[in-house]
């Protein structure tokens, strides 16, 4: 049985960046899609990035395109979320998620069988 665990979440002024971890442990992950998610108060969870089994496709919302990257070393089992000029509306929980459905990109959330417990960030003004 496979687990998710996010880290690299925190506080950050508005314009910083944060670079968030997500470490597979119990099973491999390495041949399917996998993605980040994130959950602002009050608000359904949104997708923000996937990417396909072997790292060679990726695919963005609109609202973070040019600044955050997606990747993965399916050698540590670890996916990667880079975000860059972070604004005070993206703070959220953010979630990372695993596909064993699918080894392409996964944008809906219904399609991914595993989650982490999610990493906080909090983007200040």
């Known amino acids: 049985q496979g687990q998710l665990v996010e880290s690299g979440g925190g506080l950050v002024q508005a314009g910083g960046s944060l670079r968030l971890s997500c470490v597979a442990s119990?099973?491999?992950?390495?041949?399917?899609?996998m993605g980040w998610f994130r959950q602002a108060p009050g608000k359904e969870r949104e997708f923000v990035a996937g990417?396909?089994?072997?790292?060679?496709?990726?695919y963005y919302a609109d609202s973070v395109k040019g600044r955050f990257t997606i990747s993965r070393d399916n050698a540590k089992n670890t996916v990667y979320l880079q975000m860059n000029s972070l604004k005070p509306e993206e703070t959220a929980v953010y979630y990372c998620a695993a596909s064993t459905l699918l080894r392409g990109i996964v944008a809906a959330a219904t399609l991914y069988d595993y989650w982490g417990q999610g990493t906080q960030v909090t983007v200040s003004s």
């Open positions: 119990g099973r491999t992950f390495s041949s399917y899609g």
């Open positions: 990417i396909n089994w072997s790292g060679g496709s990726t």
